[in-house]
């Protein structure tokens, strides 16, 4: 359902806003795969609005139509025209403000899509082909799709970050206040129009399809479903919520008016949820964990890290992390969550490595909260060294203890070649502490004194000769 416009005079006034500048890169989408579908007046209105935000600092500019006629050099109706065709293919979102309110009208611009979700898109990829023919289409795909290299016997001899910048360690594992604000900040913003969500890993106990049947006899576009495929998927892995009550909650955060589903709203709704499910539920029995398979790594392992195995096979991330914080008689909070979202996201690691990382960090490591730094250092360590199970994750533990308990080295440069290197601080036997020298025999001691004897005899010789 869309509510009804009012008809557009010249004399009507528009807000146009942007949330973010247009970068060259979409600039260059706009012109080569846009323009085509647009057409002449609907490409150039697009251009003209883009120019006008971009002359102010906050991209917002307010006018009305008859300067954009003025702009454009052209009447109401193709003007009018041009906006529906910039709406369709979803570069433009425009709002009618509330009665007798300035400016009457507010129109959103939105970034085109980047030219791998152009060409991914059925219906504009599709539009294109049959407004420039395929000999065109190809000549365009070959401009924007990323040439491919053959790297086989290749050696990535690359060096990594560290490897070349030195930071310190401190800071990393606790990044300075105003960096974590950041981060936060853009972790809740409103998520970048025309953007496809992050691979993930696979649920395979999931029935999306039976989600999508259930969903059909809702009022919910089934299009934003599978946009929001892998995110639905998080939330299943984050929470362990099935099909049945994955529908109801996309049907609260959809939008009754549009049926446009809210996905940062059915997020939201699913956290609060959560925080606010009694302990009685939480701490339910959980369904019987799945036995761990025998392995020569596992048998490393003692009895403490086997059932700690078994749990973290059997709970959720956040579950875990919330029985956690139980023991600890400590709070989630709801920074920690977002932490969790964004391994799932990433999808380097399996759920039960997850769970096991998420101990590492409080329990070994000691924090009393999941920080972010930590967590990336770990996760991309992790996934570096091909950590698979909850097994090896705990084997990664047992690895830093051991290098935690190795004696200290401090870092020295070789003025030569200017080269770093290690040198141990250790200390001579005779000065430790409780230090006894061995016993000797009484032979031992007789032949000590004698070749001491000889020895002084032959430097007295050699001195008589110098005279």
Known sequence: MTATPQPLQPKTTVTVVATRPLTDAQRDVLDQLYQPILGVAAYTLAVVLWRQVSLTPELQVSLNHSELLTLLNIGMNPLQEARYRLEATGLLQSYQNQPDRLPELIYELKSPVTSEMFFNDDLLSLLLLETVGERQFKRLKTHFLARPL??????????????????????????????????????????????????????????????????????????????????ILNEHVLYDIDE?????????????????????????????????????????????????????????????????????NAFTPVTFLSKLHEEKHSDLVSGEQRIVEQLLDR????????????????????????????????????????????????????????????????????????????????????????????????????????????????LKQRSKGDD
């Open 347 to 458: 999808g380097k690691l399996p759920v039960p490595v997850i769970n096991i990382l998420i101990y590492y960090i409080l329990n070994d490591r000691g924090f009393s909260t999941l920080l972010q730094g930590p967590v990336d250092t770990t996760s991309n360590s992790w996934a570096e060294r091909g950590v698979k199970t909850a097994e090896e994750a705990v084997i990664q533990i047992h690895e830093w203890h051991l290098e935690k308990a190795k004696p200290k080295q401090r870092k020295s440069y070789n003025r030569a070649n200017g080269k770093r290197r290690n040198v141990k601080e250790t200390l001579p036997d005779w000065a430790k502490e409780g230090y006894e020298p061995p016993k000797q025999s009484a032979q031992e001691v007789s032949d000590r004194n004698a070749e001491f004897k000889e020895r002084l005899n032959r």
């Open 244 to 312: 049945t009550e994955m529908a109801s909650l996309i049907g609260e955060a959809t939008d009754l008016v549009t049926n446009k589903l809210d996905i940062n709203r059915l997020k939201t709704t699913i956290a609060s949820q959560y925080r606010k499910r009694s302990l009685s539920e939480q701490t339910a029995t959980p369904a019987q964990p799945q036995p761990v398979k025998q392995s020569a790594k596992k048998s490393r392992l003692t009895p403490q890290e086997t059932a700690l195995v078994e749990v973290a």
């Open 150 to 231: 053959n790297r086989s016997g290749w050696q990535n001899i690359s060096r990594q970050f560290l490897d070349v910048f030195q930071l310190d360690g401190r800071l990393i594992a606790e990044p300075p206040k105003v960096i974590q604000t950041t981060k936060q900040e853009l972790a809740e913003q409103e998520p970048a129009a025309n953007t496809l969500p992050n691979a993930i890993t696979t649920s395979t106990d999931f029935d999306f399809s039976l989600l999508v049947d259930i969903l059909k006899r809702a009022y919910v576009d089934l299009d934003d479903i599978q946009k929001y495929r892998n995110v």
